[in-house]
């Protein structure tokens, strides 16, 4: 069971906008920023989005993240065959004392 | 440019201690700011944190996992060193080192899949 909850699967066709969801509370996401991870089964997994919405260098502006009180959300638009893949989001707990992740969400396109 | 890279056994039998290592470059472990941290994920299954140093040699474990864990660094070698006690058969999984900036996981390792089995 994850301290971090998103929704274990999401779909979308090429071209269309999908929002993943991840919902904590005031220890981890209300009081930290949130971090984005995105991996492509059997790599790596990658920096995606860090600070609630700031993007690495490299990553296309197709992808997005915000955060409202206890919740966060990625969103991906103008959708790829490449983005299929699995997200997770992570921050901070203040009462852990360490980082959490979610449970990851797997995107098929 | 930064990178990591895990080494360790492949293979651990029940009960026995798994250290692995973490070897940096492309940065250095005494930088202000600098973090490493260990996350493995289980075959199938999702991320998940275990211990994090800082430049400053603050240390930081997983409450589920501390008791088991160690995490060190050894900062002329540029390396950090996580030990694993007592490992069981639920502890197979990939074990990822990755870079800290500060709370960030910006650049990861490889990883190195551990097996644990008698």
């Known amino acids: 069971q994850s301290v971090l909850t998103q929704p274990p699967s999401a779909s979308g066709t090429p071209g269309q906008r999908v929002t993943i969801s991840c919902s904590g509370s005031?220890?981890?996401?209300?009081?930290?920023?949130v971090n984005w991870y995105q991996q492509v089964p059997g790599t790596t997994p990658k920096l995606l989005i860090y600070?609630?919405?700031q993007r690495p260098s490299g990553v296309p502006d197709r992808f997005s993240g915000s955060k409202s009180g206890t919740s966060a959300s990625l969103a991906i638009s103008g959708l790829q065959s490449e983005d299929e893949a699995d997200y997770y989001c992570?921050?901070?707990?203040?009462?852990?004392?360490?980082?959490?992740f979610g449970g990851g969400t797997r995107l098929t396109v | 440019q930064i990178t990591l890279k895990e080494s360790g056994p492949t293979l651990v039998k029940p009960t026995q201690t798994l250290t692995l290592t973490c070897t940096c470059s492309?940065?250095?472990?005494?930088?202000?700011?600098?973090?490493v941290g260990w996350i493995r994920q289980p075959p199938g299954k999702a991320l998940e944190w275990l211990a994090l140093?800082?430049?400053?040699?603050?240390?930081y474990y997983s409450p589920s996992l501390k008791s088991r864990l160690t995490i060190t660094k050894d900062t002329s070698k540029n390396q950090v060193v996580l030990t694993m006690t007592n490992m069981d058969p639920v502890d197979t999984a990939t074990y990822y080192c990755?870079?800290?900036?500060?709370?960030?996981?910006?650049?990861w390792g490889q990883g190195t899949m551990i097996t644990v089995s008698s």
């Open positions: 992570a921050t901070w707990d203040d009462s852990l004392n360490g980082p959490v």
């Open positions: 005031r220890s981890n996401i209300g009081f930290n920023t």
């Open positions: 600070g609630n919405n």
């Open positions: 492309g940065f250095s472990l005494s930088t202000s700011g600098v973090g």
């Open positions: 140093i800082y430049w400053d040699d603050y240390k």
């Open positions: 990755a870079h800290s900036n500060p709370r960030a996981f910006d650049f």
